[in-house]
Structure formats: structure tokens, C-alpha cells
């Protein structure tokens, strides 16, 4: 990690310090989620479905590219941050339809 963080911030009193250094940037256009007692599972991949959309083809290839686990505490916050990222977005650039 570098000396210096790219960005702090501060939740409920605590100091987290960001940093970006070691990160990788994957795209994905497909994502689920699993889940067991102790664990949360997300996947992250792409389809090259370019024919049309997901609902008028009877079979989709998708490649996955990463997995992310995750203890139900951290799962659910990142639902609640997701939750309020995307109330922001739609604010500002209207509803997502899906």
C-alpha cells in the first residue's frame, strides 16, 4: 500500500482510510447472487448477446469473471449503499427500467 491514501472518509467515528493501488477494474453487464448460512456469493460476468435482449433468446452464455464472498453483515451493508447509490442515480438521470 502507498503512504498516503487516496481518499478518507469517516462512518460512524471511524477513519477509513482508501487505498487504490492494488485495485482492478473488471467490467460486468450480468451479476447474481447466492447465498449460504455463513456466506454471501456474488457473480460477476459478461454476455456477448448482441442479437437482441436476454428475453427473446432461449439460451445465454455467459462468462464469469468474478466472484466476491461475503459475510452476511458486509452483504448487508453493501445492499443498503447499493440501495441509496441507486435512489442517487435516478434522481438525477431518471428511472432505471428493468
Request: aromatic share 10%; hydrophobic share 40%; no cysteine.
Amino acid at each position: 500500500m502507498t503512504d498516503t491514501p487516496q481518499k478518507t472518509t469517516t462512518m460512524n467515528g471511524v477513519t477509513i482510510n482508501w487505498h487504490d493501488d492494488k485495485m482492478e477494474s473488471v467490467y460486468a453487464n450480468i451479476g447474481t447472487a447466492t447465498a449460504n448460512r455463513e456466506e454471501f456469493f456474488l457473480l460477476f460476468g459478461t454476455h456477448q448477446n448482441w442479437r437482441g435482449t436476454m428475453t427473446e433468446n432461449k439460451e445465454v452464455d455467459v462468462d464469469l469473471s468474478t466472484r466476491i464472498v461475503l459475510n452476511p453483515f458486509a452483504a448487508k451493508r453493501l445492499a443498503g449503499i447499493l440501495a441509496g447509490s441507486i435512489k442517487a442515480y435516478e434522481e438525477q438521470f431518471g428511472k432505471i427500467d428493468i
